[in-house]
């Protein structure tokens, strides 16, 4: 998991672009954050496990799903700016 930061180019039509990529650097620095306290997060649940380990496994989980899921949501938000720029390219007013 690694943050991606917006293009400046994006940032103006969809300045939430800026905080999505604030919550990304947050959800990657945690996730490996517990990864580093705990070296066997990564292992298979077990019974009798730890319950702080479990949490940690959870929360990690979570930041990557939520990882994935802005990675989508910044892919599409992508597309309709290029479409959009596309569209304002080819559409210019004429003087005439």
């Known amino acids: 998991m690694r ?9 103006v ?3 939430a672009l800026a905080a999505l990529a604030i919550l990304d650097t947050a959800l990657c620095v945690a996730a490996r954050a517990l990864r ?3 070296p066997d997060i ?9 319950v ?3 949490a940690a496994r959870i929360i990690v989980d979570d930041c990557d799903a939520l990882s ?3 990675d989508d949501y910044r892919a599409r938000v992508r597309a309709q700016l290029r479409d959009h720029r596309r569209r304002d390219g ?5 003087p005439f």
């Open 3 to 11: 943050p991606r930061f917006p293009d400046v180019h994006d940032l």
């Open 36 to 38: 580093a306290a705990r």
């Open 68 to 70: 994935y899921c802005l």
């Open 13 to 15: 039509p969809e300045p």
């Open 52 to 54: 702080a380990l479990t």
């Open 42 to 50: 990564d292992r298979a649940f077990h019974l009798g496990e730890d």
């Open 90 to 94: 080819d559409d210019q007013d004429w």
